[in-house]
């Protein structure tokens, strides 16, 4: 039974160092706002609702902009 747990730890300390992420070079400098436009603009099926749903987004965020501008003095 000791050989037993032995193995279990040594394999999953094994896997925890795999599984680790390193922080010393993230290559991934998109914002999700470039992602979603990547994936909108790309040809699968239904990805037009992302185009669609950032100008919705984009017309609250500018409605709401209008609307704080002409509530203060």
Do not use: H
């Amino acid at each position: 039974m000791p050989r037993r747990v032995s193995i279990f730890l040594i394999l999953s300390t094994l896997m925890a160092g795999c599984v680790a992420k390193s922080e010393g070079n993230n290559r991934d400098t998109m914002t999700q706002r470039q992602k979603d436009s990547v994936l909108g603009q790309s040809g699968i099926p239904g990805a037009q609702g992302v185009t669609k749903a950032q100008r919705a987004a984009d017309s609250i965020k500018a409605q709401q902009a209008r609307v704080d501008s002409a509530t203060q003095p």
